[in-house]
Nanobody, 114 residues
Framework: QVQLVESGGGLVQPGGSLRLSCAAS????????MSWYRQAPGKQRELVAS???????NYADSVKGRFTISRDNAKNTVYLQMNSLKSEDTAVYYC????????WGQGTQVTVSS
């Protein structure tokens, strides 16, 4: 079975940092572009960051300079390093894989609050 399992979410204070991980299995990870999406209550799901098979990255304007996406193909894992967190970053964060077929993780909650 294809699985994307997120971890690393939780409660963090404003200005703090958090690292999310997404462990993939059931498909050839290196063939897939990987992304992180997030969805806050009452808002549409938005693309946060993406990384291609060659390591090229893209970020939403709201997180540029604060978040870093990376991947480790040997571990079939994609990461999202989140620094200088703001309350506006509070959301459920989803891992997404795309190639010929597309897969979603179940999401992990990130709450930024003092």
């Amino acid at each position: 079975q294809v699985q994307l399992v997120e971890s690393g979410g939780g409660l963090v204070q404003p200005g703090g940092s958090l690292r999310l991980s997404c462990a993939a299995s059931g498909f050839t990870f290196s063939n897939y572009a990987m992304s992180w999406y997030r969805q806050a209550p009452g808002k549409q799901r938005e693309l946060v960051a993406s990384i291609g098979i060659g390591g090229n990255t893209n970020y939403a304007d709201s997180v540029k300079g604060r978040f870093t996406i990376s991947r480790d193909n040997a571990k079939n894992t994609v990461y999202l390093q989140m620094n200088s967190l703001k309350s506006e970053d509070t959301a459920v964060y989803y891992c997404y894989a795309t190639f010929l077929r597309n897969y979603w993780g179940q999401g992990t909650q990130v709450t930024v609050s003092s």
